[in-house]
């Protein structure tokens, strides 16, 4: 029997399962409090519910569960054994598609427009490395049957403030709009049929610069004069050779109709007004976001402690709909739970007004209910632990320290004593 977890899976030692409950209860808390209500959902959806859910890549990621019994024997013994009809279900990538599902089937149960949280686990087949797992616990809050530039505002205030309430700071909200980005790359040329393909090389400008952008869009062949345009106008922005940032107005100008920018402004110049300095947020030309379902502004928080994203969301104005036949507007925001846990972690970050531990440590000498009423005294300062003595207390009392104990109480003469 292998005693390891799964690769991309891990097991949780008590200390860190210790902030992950404080974080986790710290941001449930904001959500609460900012009118958010919690569902659960189950782990497991319908394979068509997945692979119908424009997720990106993550459809490529999906664990696959297997047809059970005479289901299973029927496909395997079909020719040629179709890899899609021996599954019927798969584990969820994100909590997205399942809020979606959920919200069709229970609407009429359900305020509106509706505010909820999410924070489950959520699983991809990926390849496992440092802020990537095949296990992993999202924290999402959506509103659902809001269209207006307000759920994006809150979306990000409710974020940022649950942040901020962890002692989690010095972040970005990175912000763009696919239709502004759609809009100028098919002004410039691009074949409305291509834009996805060309987003995703574009969301590499700050990785591979103007001139890897090039070459990326010429191997895909596409339209010369688009692909000059598009370059000579990032180029100036290029940050390896120093080039300026991209301003949300040079953007539009480049649009067939510049007021497609208005929302994203609005957005911002809100924001900035709520953050009042707590946070940043900025445009982001060349924001996409990986999931296909996102259908206008998308966001992710930055943070100079991780090289990657810490969390993301957008809106998603389609989705829905696939279930009902009638479009609801739907935005999100999810926190890196991992990722901001990770480097808590490893800055040494101490829970706030955490109650020192302290071990009572007993022997048969001592009558039981006196133990327990001797530890209960001692709660009122302190986090106890009852712990039968050991015959040599030297090893004992060195791994109660590397759990975190920094008292020890102990039985003499009848009464307790803390060293």
């Given at each position: 029997?292998?005693?390891?977890?799964?690769?991309?899976?891990?097991?949780?030692?008590?200390?860190?399962?210790?902030?992950?409950?404080y974080v986790q209860g710290k941001i449930l808390e904001t959500y609460r409090a900012s009118g958010f209500e919690r569902i659960s959902t189950p782990m497991l959806e319908d394979a068509e519910n997945l692979d119908k859910s424009d997720g990106g890549d993550n459809l490529n990621l999906i664990f696959k569960v297997l047809k059970r019994g005479d289901k299973l024997d029927s496909a395997l013994a079909a020719t040629p054994v179709d890899e899609k009809s021996l599954s019927d279900m798969g584990l969820r990538y994100d909590l997205t598609l399942p809020l979606s599902r959920f919200f069709a089937a229970n609407r009429n149960e359900l305020q509106f427009p509706f505010k909820v949280i999410q924070t489950d686990r959520v699983f991809r087949a990926e390849r496992p490395q440092k802020g990537r797992s095949r296990e992993f616990v999202q924290c999402d809050i959506d509103i659902l049957g809001d269209s207006s530039c307000n759920a994006e505002v809150e979306l990000i205030d409710v974020t940022a403030r649950a942040l901020l309430n962890i002692g989690f700071e010095d972040f970005t909200i990175n912000i763009n709009d696919r239709r502004i980005l759609r809009n100028m790359l098919e002004n410039m040329g691009?074949?409305?049929?291509?834009?996805?393909?060309?987003?995703?090389?574009?969301?590499?400008?700050?990785?591979?610069?103007?001139?890897?952008?090039?070459?990326?869009?010429?191997?895909?062949?596409?339209?010369?004069?688009?692909?000059?345009?598009?370059?000579?106008?990032?180029?100036?922005?290029?940050?390896?050779?120093?080039?300026?940032?991209?301003?949300?107005?040079?953007?539009?100008?480049?649009?067939?109709?510049?007021?497609?920018?208005?929302?994203?402004?609005?957005?911002?110049?809100?924001?900035?007004?709520?953050?009042?300095?707590?946070?940043?947020?900025?445009?982001?030309?060349?924001?996409?976001?990986?999931?296909g379902y996102y259908t206008g502004v998308v966001f992710e928080i930055a943070s100079p402690k991780f090289s990657g994203a810490v969390g993301g969301g957008g809106r998603y104005d389609n989705m829905i709909g696939k279930f009902i036949g009638q479009q609801i507007p739907a935005v999100g925001f999810s926190i890196g739970f991992e990722r901001i846990c990770s480097i808590l972690l490893d800055s040494g970050y101490k829970i706030p007004g955490e109650k020192e531990k302290c071990a009572l440590l007993y022997d048969d000498a001592v009558e039981f209910p006196v133990v327990l009423a001797e530890a209960e005294k001692l709660r009122a300062g302190f986090s106890v632990a009852i712990i039968k003595k050991a015959k040599k207390p030297g090893p004992q009392y060195d791994m109660l320290e590397k759990q975190g104990y920094t008292k020890f109480a102990v039985f003499k003469d009848g009464t307790v004593s803390i060293k």
């Open positions: 029997m292998k005693t390891n977890a799964l690769k991309g899976m891990k097991d949780i030692l008590p200390a860190e399962q210790k902030l992950r409950d691009f074949a409305p049929d291509s834009l996805d393909s060309v987003c995703i090389t574009f969301d590499k400008m700050d990785k591979i610069g103007a001139a890897g952008i090039e070459a990326e869009l010429r191997e895909k062949q596409m339209p010369e004069d688009a692909v000059k345009s598009l370059v000579d106008f990032i180029a100036k922005s290029d940050a390896a050779n120093g080039g300026a940032k991209i301003t949300l107005d040079e953007v539009a100008s480049k649009c067939a109709d510049a007021s497609i920018a208005d929302d994203l402004k609005y957005i911002i110049s809100t924001v900035e007004k709520v953050a009042a300095g707590k946070y940043k947020i900025s445009y982001t030309p060349n924001l996409v976001r990986g999931q």
